[in-house]
């Protein structure tokens, strides 16, 4: 079996200068993020804001902290002091919720704009049309502790590797829509967040500017 720091290695061999791994941990314990840290690695990922915080506690303050799944409205209090970037801003009134906390806090918290892309219902995400109708209306222009810094996506959990490449090309689509309508004078505006352990490469193909890489890294997850 390799280790965590030569997963490391040979993923970031794979990928492009301009693309980030950010190292999605959920789950592990604080010493295998450690090892991780220690090879050099500083983006993490986590879905549960209570593991999220624990570990923020426990580890190096140097670490960006990424939030990657569902968030809920009320626990966006427990992390606005430190979170990096929230990768899942999936409704209207989570993103008013983060600017709230934002604000109490005295910081702009970056966020990207999560789609639905995939064919599964059970994804969270944007449609297009919801996204436009909020990021024209003067209520989100009030908005002034966020910061949308790009969008994020899941494929279909799915063999088929034309469906896959054709769901990451429509998020570029949608990305490339929502810079030229909403962003252009806005260098900030430039992430693409895709790719997961089985499919980053093509998503890496097909324009991602941030991969999120679990068990590639880390191994398979045990949930209990
Ligand atoms: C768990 C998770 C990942 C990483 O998944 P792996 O298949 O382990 O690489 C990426 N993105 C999100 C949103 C996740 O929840």
Known sequence: MMSIAENIDQIKATLPEQVQLVAVSKTKPAILLMEAYSHGQRAFGENKVQELAWKYEELPKDIEWH???????????????FVHLIQGADSFKLLKAIDAEAKKVNRIIPCLLQFHIAEEETKYGFSMDEAFEMLGSDEFGNLKNIRISGVMGMATYTDNLVQ????????????????????????EFKEISMGMSGDYLIAVEEGSTMVRIGSTIFGERNYL
């Open 67 to 81: 939030l990657i799944g569902h968030l809920q409205t009320n626990k966006v209090k427990y992390m606005a002091h």
């Open 164 to 187: 896959i490449r054709k769901e990451f090309a429509h998020l570029k689509t949608i990305f490339e829509k929502l810079k030229s309508e909403f962003f252009t004078l806005e260098p």
